[in-house]
């Protein structure tokens, strides 16, 4: 991509006379692409959801971010997102993950597994996954999942597939088969550690980078890489909020302005930061949550 893009990560569906707004407003910015997240406590059913952004936008893709590998089979989850992209040509993207919240599989009764089997079974997942994207009619044997002759819709293009990682076993499994790779940090708990800001840093996402590369290249690829924003705030008193933010974790303000998930400036300074990680890194998609949709525009329609 020869230049960076947004998209924007919703908390949750909405009635449509609050959510079509909204939408309206995403379209009209130029945000790439609308997703939603997939938990059990309280928010709508995602896959509906992802179908309802697709017929109420145009042009920006819908999809999610990402899915819960542990709560569906990869053959049915394919067979419904083909639907969809027949129906919304080249505008669909699944993202999917190997599952880290434990609460979205008590609430149904299930445990959260050791993390290399779910990464197993991930890995699976994505290669049925990666035929249900192009209509390719499924036969899979595998240790986790079995599929005989399971037909998929027509479709005119494929559904994109993304998938986000950060640790050693699952870059390299989104750099072969994902077309959006997000470079996350390890999720291991619902709350931040010092671990996990560790992994914020301009440094741990440069090595995770090539880690992505290079998988990617010995697959012929060249995923589009995406960051999921934590800390975003645009305007005058940028810097002196993300000072006392830094302070409280121990960070120092000039590396946590360097964190390429940490978006806090003018709008000069975040069409610098940006571009220079997008020229210099590769980074080409960054994801913002709905209440920064108006208050970033000014740096979208900057690219």
């Keep these: 991509m020869d230049k960076p893009s947004f998209a924007i990560q919703l908390n949750e569906l909405r009635p449509p006379a609050e959510l079509d707004p909204l939408l309206r407003t995403i379209e009209e ?40 590998n542990e709560l569906r089979h990869p053959g049915l989850l394919g067979r419904e997102f083909a639907t969809l992209a027949g129906l919304f040509p080249g505008r669909i993207d699944l993202g999917i993950g190997a599952g880290w919240k434990a609460s979205d599989l008590a609430t149904i009764g299930a445990g959260l597994g050791p ?47 993304t998938v986000g990682g950060g640790g050693a076993r699952m870059l390299p499994l989104a750099a072969a088969y994902a077309g959006t790779v997000g470079i996350n940090p390890r999720l291991t708990s619902e709350n931040f550690t010092e671990e996990t800001i560790a992994e ?16 990617a290249a010995e697959h012929g690829r060249d995923p589009l890489l995406q960051v999921r924003t934590v800390l975003v705030r645009v305007g005058a008193g940028a810097r002196a909020w993300l000072a006392e933010i830094a302070t409280a974790f121990g960070v120092d303000l000039e590396e946590a302005m360097m964190m390429p998930p940490v978006l806090a400036g003018s709008v000069d300074e975040l069409v610098d930061k940006v571009g220079r990680l997008h020229s210099e890194h590769g980074i080409g998609e960054w994801v913002l949550h709905e209440d920064q949709i108006e208050s970033f525009a000014p740096v979208v329609a900057s690219f």
């Design 29 to 68: 910015i130029g945000y790439r692409k609308v997703t939603l997240p997939d938990h059990l406590d309280g928010q709508a059913a995602p896959l509906a959801g992802v179908g309802y952004l697709a017929a109420r936008t145009a042009r920006v893709k819908a999809g999610t971010l990402v899915l819960n």
């Design 200 to 215: 914020l840093t301009l440094p741990a996402h440069l090595a995770k980078i090539e880690v992505v590369k290079s998988a």
């Design 115 to 161: 993390a290399r089997e779910r990464i197993d079974r991930l890995a699976e997942a994505l290669e049925i996954l990666s035929a249900a994207a192009v209509g390719k009619r499924l036969d899979f044997e595998g240790r986790y999942y079995r599929i005989s002759d399971l037909p998929m819709p027509a479709i005119s293009a494929p559904f994109e597939i």
